[in-house]
């Protein structure tokens, strides 16, 4: 989609789009600020319509007229790349998958890297960004249950205040987050985390498909046994969810094939899966459990997460 008039050399102008509404006729604004304080101060003036990647952005506008102000956020530079502080992991908003894959990251990271490689292909996570996909808040967003088992929070600001919300808080429901008019994600925030992780995702085929079923598993093992453990699954509720009860029947145990049977016979009532073209809904419960069990075994490099589990 093209923004025609629009010198992108420039911070931000308006464009020469009009819109009709209610027989008039009116301008939308096109504006690519190169400073998080420009693009906050648009933010609190006017209704914008976020760009990042544009990889969700430009399939949901289809054909249709684009009506609303759009900020393009890609002349932020300050908001790519992953940055480390004393307690923490910042992933800047417009950090791509590709840069996650990239950068040198602690093995708890491993879920994450593994979910990037599986966004759509390299040609879509050389220009996604991680925040997007959040945004965008599909059901089958492959980065959710990756960053819920990091503990991942955002970061949200607008020209008067910042603030953090634990991410299974900021996405509300299917295309809904808590995002109030006036702010933008600047960062996703993971405490630093132990331990080692994996993902897990099932597809009808092998490569660009949208999940039927993805899990996420971190486990933090001691001398021999499961200490901690964080289990989410995506696309089998309307937001992916933390799987408490296989967490609590996983903690503890012996790292060792048993941690198999324990998935296998643990609660998951957290999931309500729907019925669609993919997959019905029990099929999805059955081979979610199987997806759970794999993740497990993988995350404490038992198997490699393609093996079956439930043998
Ligand atoms: C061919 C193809 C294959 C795909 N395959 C997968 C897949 O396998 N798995 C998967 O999970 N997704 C997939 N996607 C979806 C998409 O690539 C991801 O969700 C991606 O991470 C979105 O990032 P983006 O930067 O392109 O977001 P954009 O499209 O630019 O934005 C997405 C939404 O987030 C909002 N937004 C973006 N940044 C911010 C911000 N900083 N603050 C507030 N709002 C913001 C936008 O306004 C918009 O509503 C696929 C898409 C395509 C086209």
């Known amino acids: 989609m093209n923004f025609p008039g629009v010198d992108a050399g420039r911070a931000f102008r308006n464009t020469g789009f009009w819109k009709t509404s209610f027989g008039r006729q009116s301008v939308i604004r096109y504006a690519k600020p190169t400073s998080v304080d420009e693009a906050l ?18 399939p949901a506008q289809g054909s249709k007229p ?10 932020l530079a300050a908001l790519r790349g992953i940055a480390e502080t004393s307690d923490h992991f910042v992933i800047g908003a417009r950090t791509t ?34 925040t997007g996909n959040l945004c965008n808040a599909s059901p089958a967003a492959d980065g959710v249950p990756a960053l819920l088992v990091l503990d991942a929070e955002v970061e949200l600001r ?24 006036g702010e933008m994600v600047t960062a996703i925030r993971v405490p630093k985390p132990s331990g080692t992780s994996a993902f897990v995702k099932l597809g009808a ?17 001691e001398d021999g046994l499961v ?3 964080a289990v989410a699954a995506g696309s ?18 012996p790292v060792d094939g048993g941690l198999a049977d324990a998935v296998l016979a643990a609660t998951m009532a957290e999931l309500s899966p729907i019925a669609d073209v ?13 997806i759970v069990a794999r993740a497990v075994l993988a995350a404490v490099g038992r198997t490699t997460g393609d093996e079956v589990a439930a043998a």
């Not at 933010?43 to 430009?58: C, N, P, Q, S, V």
């Not at 998958?97 to 040198?104: G, S």
């Not at 299974?168 to 109030?180: E, H, K, S, V």
């Not at 089998?236 to 145990?253: D, H, I, P, Q, T």
């Open 236 to 253: 089998c509720s309307v937001v992916a969810r933390r799987l408490a009860g296989v967490e609590a029947a996983l903690r503890g145990l």
């Open 41 to 58: 101060a648009l933010l609190g003036e006017d209704a914008w319509r976020i760009l990042a990647g544009g990889t969700d952005f430009y």
């Open 158 to 181: 607008s020209v008067a205040a910042t603030r953090h919300l634990p991410l299974q808080d900021f996405i509300l429901g299917n295309r809904r987050t808590a995002l109030l008019p």
């Open 66 to 75: 684009v009506r609303d102000n759009v900020l393009d956020i890609n002349g």
């Open 205 to 221: 085929r092998r490569y660009l498909v949208i999940s039927i079923a993805m899990v996420a598993a971190r486990l933090v093992v």
């Open 278 to 290: 993919r997959g019905s809904v029990e099929y999805r419960l059955d081979a979610v459990r199987e």
């Open 227 to 229: 200490s901690d453990a």
């Open 97 to 130: 998958w590709t840069d996650i894959v990239r950068h040198p990251l602690p093995p708890a990271f491993d879920a994450l890297k593994q979910a990037a490689r599986e966004v759509g292909s390299v040609q879509i996570q050389n220009v996604a960004s991680v």
